[in-house]
Nanobody
Framework: QVQLVESGGGLVQAGGSLRLSCAAS????????MIWFRQAPGKQRELLAS???????NIDDSGKGRFAISGDNAKNTEYMQMNSLNPEDTAVYYC?????????WGRGTQVTVSS
């Protein structure tokens, strides 16, 4: 059974940094595209960043220059490094993958950025 578990969220001051982790079981994360989404209060879930099995990364404009996505094959974990955080980054962050027809989501990790 595929499970994705996010961690690393928390409360940080504006300008600070966090590194989110997405630990996977039941799949090999490096074999699939892994995607980070976030959902702010009262807003729709939005795609934030992705990394393909070939290691190609894409960051949404909202995170370009501040966020980076990477993976650790030995730990079967994906990471998203987030720098220069601002209050608009406050959201629940989710990792997602769809190795077959069924999509998988983690439960999310809360990121709160204070001004």
């Amino acid at each position: 059974q595929v499970q994705l578990v996010e961690s690393g969220g928390g409360l940080v001051q504006a300008g600070g940094s966090l590194r989110l982790s997405c630990a996977a079981s039941g799949i090999i994360v490096s074999a699939y595209t892994m995607i980070w989404f976030r959902q702010a209060p009262g807003k729709q879930r939005e795609l934030l960043a992705s990394i393909t099995s070939a290691g190609s990364t894409n960051i949404d404009d909202s995170g370009k220059g501040r966020f980076a996505i990477s993976g650790d094959n030995a730990k079967n974990t994906e990471y998203m490094q987030m720098n220069s955080l601002n209050p608009e980054d406050t959201a629940v962050y989710y990792c997602h993958t769809k190795p077959t027809v069924r999509p998988y989501w983690g439960r999310g990790t809360q990121v709160t950025v204070s001004s």
